[in-house]
């Protein structure tokens, strides 16, 4: 009798046996949210960076459908959708959110402080109040910085390198934005320091480019400087169409840009960024938190010049 029960015992155990490596192996499934203001057909969208931030995913050993998932939302160009994708992210319950932006980041550190987050690619999120330091976030953000707006007063100066005669300088920008807000600030800054004025054109919303465009032929700049907010970017082809036509030299932010017809550009290249965000990540999945993980900085940035387009 005794072998007997030991026998169905054993029986009874190599069922469970399977059924419980099963259940172990779908409990390591980590959920992550990539959150974008982009569109996936947008240029200079977060699409590809998407790509770069898997395959660093994909070097750490992650594979998705294994031991990740990855829920990627996306605003298509409407920030006002954005609040509305982050809170779908936390009732989600992913373990961490992967933002391109600082709009974007903005939108889910309004969702959440308890979800860790990992920006990939902002432009000074100390002075937007995402973290306390780079040294040491203090909250459930960290990630890497573009250094946006400080980069800003140096596209200026490259500018006036390619058109020494440069005077006055349209500048490209969306209040609505807060990365924008501070590169404004940054680059009035430049603009004294250089000797050159700067025009100030703010548009906010699609039908806002004729307007616009009509103020800068109507002061006359001999150049212009565009930022990388999303709807800039969603029209970047009637900017470059409208800076050739008025033979107006301009300084971009992103490679694509001068790619598709611009100038010139300055900038960090946006896909290793996201490449690296894996790292933060992969720490976060293990353990670590964001508060006690630095914020990067860029080490390389570009200058990408058009060769086909003259200065002036």
């Known amino acids: 009798m005794r072998r007997t029960g030991l026998a169905v015992l054993l029986a009874v155990s190599v069922i469970l046996a399977p059924l419980t490596g099963e259940a172990q192996q779908a409990a390591?499934?980590?959920?992550?949210?990539?959150?974008?203001?982009?569109?996936?057909?947008?240029?200079?969208?977060?699409?590809?960076?998407?790509?770069?931030?898997?395959?660093?995913?994909?070097?750490?050993g992650y594979v998705e459908g294994q031991n990740i998932a990855i829920e990627s939302l996306w605003a298509e160009g409407n920030y006002d959708r954005l609040p509305g994708l982050a809170a779908e992210l936390v009732r989600l319950k992913v373990d961490v959110i992967v933002t391109g932006g600082a709009v974007a980041t903005g939108a889910a550190k309004q969702a959440t402080t308890t979800i860790p987050i990992v920006m990939a690619a902002v432009g000074d999120p100390v002075r937007t109040g995402f973290v306390a330091s780079l040294a040491r976030p203090g909250g459930n953000i960290t990630g890497l910085t573009i250094l946006g707006p400080e980069l800003s007063a140096k596209r200026l100066e490259l500018l006036k390198e390619a058109v020494p005669k440069l005077w006055r300088v349209a500048f490209l920008w969306n209040p609505a934005n807060p990365a924008n807000r501070l590169q404004f600030e940054d680059i009035q800054l430049g603009a004294k320091a250089l000797g050159v004025t700067l025009q100030s054109v703010e548009i906010r919303s699609p039908d806002g480019f004729d307007s616009a465009f009509t103020a800068i032929t109507r002061e006359r700049p001999s150049a212009l400087i565009m930022t990388a907010d999303l709807l800039h970017q969603r029209h970047v082809g009637r900017i470059i169409e409208f800076a050739a036509r008025s033979r107006l030299p301009a300084m971009y932010q992103l490679r694509e840009h001068a790619e598709a017809g611009g100038l010139m550009s300055y900038g960090v290249s946006l896909r290793p960024l996201f490449h690296r965000a894996a790292t933060f990540v992969d720490k976060i999945l293990k353990g670590a938190k964001p508060a006690d993980l630095p914020v990067e900085q860029p080490t390389k940035f570009e200058l990408v010049i058009n060769l086909n387009k003259s200065p002036t």
Do not use: N
């Open 28 to 60: 390591k499934i980590s959920r992550i949210g990539f959150l974008s203001a982009t569109s996936p057909s947008d240029m200079g969208s977060d699409a590809g960076r998407l790509v770069a931030f898997r395959q660093g995913l994909r070097e750490l």
